[in-house]
C-alpha cells in the first residue's frame, strides 16, 4: 500500500483533503492526523473491522482499548449509557483539549473497540484538523497515537511515516504538535473520579473543578495491583539504548552524568546525554541533546518523544537523562520517562 502524506495548515484548512480523507475513514480505513498531545492513528469507532485495523498495524495488544474522539458534546449520548455530573463539569471546562473520560459505554460501541470492556474512554481534542477530522470521517474517531506499540508517541508527521509507511493509506501533515506527551485519563465510572494516565490536565486542574481526585494506585512502580488503564502496564517508549535518569540539584547531576560519560568513554561506550537549554554547554563529551528550557514546561514535555526516537538513530548505547519532576507537568513527563528508562533513577 502506498501511503500519502497530505500537508494541511491548521489555520487554513484545506476542505477537498479533509473529505478525501473522511471518505477513507468512513470507508473503514485508517488515516493518522494531528492532536495537541500527539499524531493520532485513526479509524470508525463504531465499526469492529476498522477498529481491528488499528490494532493490526500498530501491533497492539488486543486488551488495549482505543480512545473514541468525538468533535461536539451531542455526540456523547450515543456512546454512553450514563453521563455524570462530573462529566459535564469537566467536558465545560476541559473540552476540548487534551483530557480523556471514562465512562460506561453503550451498545453502540463495539467491544472490539474498548478492548472488551463495558466503560469507553472519550476525548475532544482541541486541534483544529482533528476536530474537521472528525466531522468528516463520521463523528467517532478511535485515534490511538500512531506509533508502532512499544515505539514513542509521534509528535511529527515524519515519525508517523517512520512507523506507518507502506502500512496506512494517509497521513495528515500538520506540523509539530503542542504538548508532546498523551492526553490525561480521568475514570468516572467508580466513586472518586480517579486518574488512570497523568497529562497536561493535572490533579490540582480537575479537582478544582469536582473536588476530590486520586490517582490509581497501580500507576506506582511498587504496586501489587496492575494499573486500571490496560495500555499503562505495558513497558512504552522503550529505547535501544539503556536510559537511566540521574535526579538532584542541578550542579550535583551534571558533575555525576560527566563522570559517568567519562567512565563510559574510557571503555569505549558511547554514551548520550538528555539535558536542557539551561545545562547543555556543561557537557563536554558525549552525545548531547537540549530536551527544552526549563522556563517552559511545554517545551520539555512537547521534545520527549522526538529525542527518544533521535537516540535510536545514533550510536549511543547509554543515555543519562537529567530528571524533569517540578512543574504543573512534572508527574506527566516524568510517568513517560521513568516508563522508558525501565524506571531506573539514580539519585545523588
Ligand atoms: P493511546 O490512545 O495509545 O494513548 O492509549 C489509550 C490509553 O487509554 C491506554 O492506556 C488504554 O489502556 C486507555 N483506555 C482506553 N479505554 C479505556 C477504558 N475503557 N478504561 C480504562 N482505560 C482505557
Ligand atoms: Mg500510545
Request: aromatic share 4%.
Amino acid at each position: 500500500m502506498q501511503t500519502i502524506i497530505r500537508k494541511v495548515d491548521e489555520n487554513c484548512i484545506d476542505e477537498k483533503i479533509m473529505k478525501e480523507a473522511g471518505a477513507l475513514l468512513k470507508a473503514g480505513a485508517l488515516v493518522a492526523f494531528p492532536t495537541e498531545t500527539v499524531y493520532g492513528l485513526g479509524a470508525n469507532a463504531l465499526d469492529e473491522k476498522a477498529a481491528a485495523k488499528i490494532y493490526a498495524a500498530k501491533g497492539r495488544p488486543s486488551d488495549n482499548p482505543l480512545i473514541v474522539h468525538i468533535a461536539d458534546m451531542e455526540s456523547l449520548k450515543l456512546i454512553t449509557e450514563e453521563i455524570p455530573e462530573a462529566a459535564y463539569q469537566l467536558a465545560d471546562k476541559f473540552w476540548p483539549g487534551p483530557l480523556t473520560m471514562v465512562l460506561k459505554k453503550s451498545d453502540a460501541v463495539p467491544y472490539g473497540t474498548t478492548g472488551g470492556l463495558d466503560t469507553v474512554a472519550v476525548r475532544m481534542p482541541s486541534h483544529p484538523i482533528a476536530l474537521e477530522m472528525i466531522r468528516y470521517g463520521g463523528g467517532y474517531i478511535a485515534a490511538p497515537s500512531a506509533n508502532t506499540s512499544g515505539r514513542p508517541s509521534p509528535t511529527l508527521a515524519s515519525h508517523v511515516l517512520d512507523d506507518m509507511n507502506g502500512i496506512i493509506p494517509m497521513i495528515l501533515d500538520g506540523g509539530a504538535v503542542g504538548i508532546g506527551i498523551e492526553s490525561t485519563i480521568v475514570d468516572l465510572t467508580e466513586g472518586v473520579p480517579t486518574i488512570l494516565r497523568p497529562g497536561f490536565i493535572t490533579k490540582e486542574m480537575l479537582e478544582e473543578v469536582v473536588g476530590e481526585v486520586q490517582i490509581d494506585k497501580g500507576l506506582s512502580a511498587d504496586s501489587k495491583t496492575p494499573p486500571k488503564a490496560p495500555g499503562m502496564k505495558y513497558r512504552h517508549y522503550a529505547p535501544k539504548a539503556d536510559l537511566m535518569i540521574v535526579e538532584g540539584a542541578r550542579e550535583a547531576v551534571i558533575e555525576k552524568i560527566n563522570a559517568l560519560v567519562q567512565e563510559n568513554e574510557s571503555k569505549g561506550v558511547c554514551t548520550g546525554i538528555i539535558g536542557t537549554e539551561e545545562t547543555i554547554s556543561r557537557y563536554p563529551s558525549g552525545i548531547v541533546k537540549s530536551m527544552g528550557t526549563r522556563r517552559d514546561e511545554l517545551s520539555i514535555s512537547s521534545h520527549l518523544y522526538s529525542i527518544l526516537r533521535e537516540f535510536d538513530e545514533s550510536d549511543a548505547e547509554i543515555i543519562y537523562s537529567e530528571s524533569f519532576s517540578e512543574g504543573a507537568m512534572g508527574s506527566a513527563i516524568m510517568n513517560r520517562l521513568l516508563k522508558a528508562a525501565g524506571h531506573k533513577i539514580m539519585k545523588v
